[in-house]
């Protein structure tokens, strides 16, 4: 399966800044996500985004999160305020159908991106 | 709405041992069904799915995953745990492949030599 790309690996921030989190997929997808994994705990969802728009999402993802795909290839998570309690590895995942070459059963996930607000 | 509980946050075993880890899912739908491996410092990396087709299912590294609907379990093994088996697993249950997954609190396996 084709990967996914996070940039950057590592950030770490001062409270209240903004920071915005990258995932590139190599091919073409159809939706994207992004979950959040505080340290110690488990993997969450966050978001789901599909045709450009949020398709779903979480309890957690408040005003302070946006997301968006720019330019029709990177798809990006920003966080406008950041609070201590954001701190956690963000997981970007990819998902597109059986008719694109693609295993539609699950997703695959990036890297991900270790976020420290301090 | 669907859930997995994850049953033992931190499981031991000797190397060369049997290694059992177990989830419990909760689902209103058929679920599909996933084990997560992650490596201290990595992402996640998919080991094995379970998607309504045959109930015993083989996945990377040696590991096997059991779907029992009666008692809603997704039971992962590996018959001969190896140290570098060692890593967080995690259990996940989705409606559909492109539906968000929602993921059990882990479990750390730990190898002793």
């Known amino acids: 399966e084709p990967e996914v790309t996070q940039t950057p690996s590592h950030q770490v921030t001062q409270m209240g800044q903004e920071v915005i989190l990258r995932c590139v997929p190599i091919s073409n997808h159809l939706y994207f996500y992004w979950y959040r994994q505080i340290l110690g705990q488990k993997v969450e969802f966050l978001v789901s985004?599909?045709?450009?728009?949020?398709?779903?999402k979480s309890e957690i993802f408040d005003d302070q999160f946006s997301v968006e795909r720019p330019d029709g290839s990177n798809f990006t998570l920003k966080i406008r305020s950041t609070k201590l309690e954001d701190s956690a590895m963000y997981f970007c995942?990819?998902?597109?159908?059986?008719?694109?070459?693609?295993?539609?059963?699950?997703?695959?996930f990036g890297p991900g991106t270790r976020l420290l607000v301090l | 709405a669907q859930s997995v509980t994850q049953l033992g946050s931190h499981v031991s075993v000797s190397e060369g041992a049997l290694v059992l880890l177990r989830c419990n899912y909760s689902s209103s739908v058929p679920p599909y069904l996933f084990w997560y491996v992650q490596y201290p410092n990595q992402g996640l990396q998919l080991l094995l799915k379970y998607t309504s087709a045959a109930t015993l299912v083989k996945g990377i590294n040696g590991f096997e995953a059991e779907f029992k609907k009666s008692e809603t379990s997704f039971r992962l093994t590996k018959p001969s745990a190896h140290m570098s088996d060692a890593a967080e697993y995690f259990c996940a249950v989705s409606e559909w492949g492109n539906n968000d997954m929602r993921f059990g609190a882990g479990t750390r396996l730990t190898v002793k030599p």
């Open positions: 985004f599909y045709n450009n728009e949020i398709s779903e």
């Open positions: 995942a990819r998902w597109a159908p059986k008719i694109w070459g693609h295993d539609q059963e699950t997703q695959y």
